[in-house]
């Protein structure tokens, strides 16, 4: 048959039966709307506790913004001085231990595990042990916390205080800086580790210069998303004696004194104010303004990790 | 002795060309000595009682079908298989007759002596100069930044990239073409100033413009530095090198195992017209491999 020429009718028919769609595709078609399904779900969920909690706290947000912030555990819900500025102080105190201390403890046992430890039984073991500790239920370290840092190590760290919250939930957190960081580290191409020993690097300068640069943007997004989860957990806090009642004294937002001394934390604040709402109805909207705050803490917490992922994955080109 | 005309460019009678090439090895350096080299990865024995000696200046070529052990052999020269956590070797490598494997050997100060360009250009996530200033930087070898700007210059200039990119040095080296990348990778190699550079099949991945591009580039290096090539290609090999050393595979009849040998090394003209022995004459004329 010469090129150009029309091919024959027939073939084309056939053809055209064996690759032309069929209208059915039923079964396709419901797996698929059950995914949907189980995507609106999801949606419809968080949708509806962000509207129920947007529609109690917002008018005590919108109303007195500032006063709410600034202001203290009080027994009516009416006072004009109620505010979580204690919760927040906690938290924000809190937040800070587990950044100097989990972060930096976290990111080095990840390194020298990853790159630096012989690849034996004995890091096999310890790794799988890690990854247990990252399981245990929060209240578990909240005990480890009332154990040794409220009981024996009380003059040091002032017993009941934020330093002992602190070091606990620096405890909760190390085993998933670890993890995360240890996963970041060991998704740096193999290709780029030996470009560097290539051209005569050491072994800690193909690390720094190489390996961590590149595993920037993992370990980065870990440790903060580690941090909110440490925001959020209430467990550990009232084992480790957040106050249920009123605070005594008001310290500056960063006095160190603050450090040994009485606390609240934000999920406390709101776990005392939901019980109270049972006698003052006006605490479940000062609960939900809580929550509202605790969840922009949060939500910004994820936002400048993503912010920080992006920008050092653009870096690395 | 019949005068055969080489058919590739830059021809030379057979008579010339042994003649050229006993010259030049008999002024040559010995650079490695190779004595009785084998390479365990564990208990897997990968290549056995390699023999042979590579000269200074000159191009050797190491040629062999897959699974040969020709990578394994190439990295052990600058201690790249102590990365591997089961890789020994038995045997001896003498660099200048100091053998490479002793205790007192500083792997780092062998990478700095002898460099290496892999297969897949594998840049540094950063831009193209301080890719090419971070070997220098690290050895301290620059004083004063005018010295760096001079060294990447320099080095850019030898691996025919610097009129392409000079006008963007501080963009990301990951924006550059394959053959681009990997003339940045000769180029951070040689701004180390090293003696040797170890090429594990640089072109491979590479299209034929740039692979051609780049066997230029050998011809001018080799005035300075000595190189050692594993290739695939075997018209590459025959184009390229001076020296060309045939590996092939034995399978063992009890463990199944595939251990990678040196059959021939001699000259790249007699390898390719006239090898002494059979394996090479069938993979060099295509009939296997």
New interface residues.
Partial sequence: MALGQVLDPRTAARVESEIFKRNSDIRGGIFRLLLQIALLVTLLTLAVLLVDVVRDGWPVLSTRFGDFINGTLRSQSKDPLLGISQGLKGSLWIALIVAVLAFPIGIGSAIYLEEYAPKNRLTSFIELNIRNLAGVPSVVYGLLGLGLLVGPAARFTGGRSVLSAGLTMSCLVLPIVIITASEAIRAVPDALREAGYGVGATKWEVVRDNVLPYAAPGVLTGTLLSLSRALGEAAPLILVGAVQGRLGGQQGWFDPVALREKFTGLPIIIFNWVQDGGRDPGFVSASAAAIIVLLAVVLLLNSAAILLRNYFENKRG | MTTVEATNTGALTETQAYVEATNRLSDADVVFDVDELSVYYGDYRAVRDVEFDIYKKNITAIIGPSGCGKSTVLRCF?R?ND?V?DARIEGRIGYHDVDLYDDRVDP??V??RI??V?Q?P?????SIYDNVA??PK??GLAKGRGALDDIVEESLTKAALWEEVKDRLKT????MSGGQQQRL?IA??V??SPEVLLMDEPCSALDPIATARIEELMQELKSEYTIVIVTHNMQQAARVSDLTAFFTAEVDDVTDQRTGLLVEYDRTQSIFSAPNDERTENYVTGRFG
Avoid: D, H, Q, T
Avoid at chain 2, 172 to 175: D, H, K, R, V
């Fill in positions: 600058n790249m990365l956590p780092v100060e990478r700095r460099g290496m892999f897949k594998n840049p540094f996530p950063k971070y070997g690290i050895a990301s080296a990951m924006g990778c951070r190699a701004a180390v």
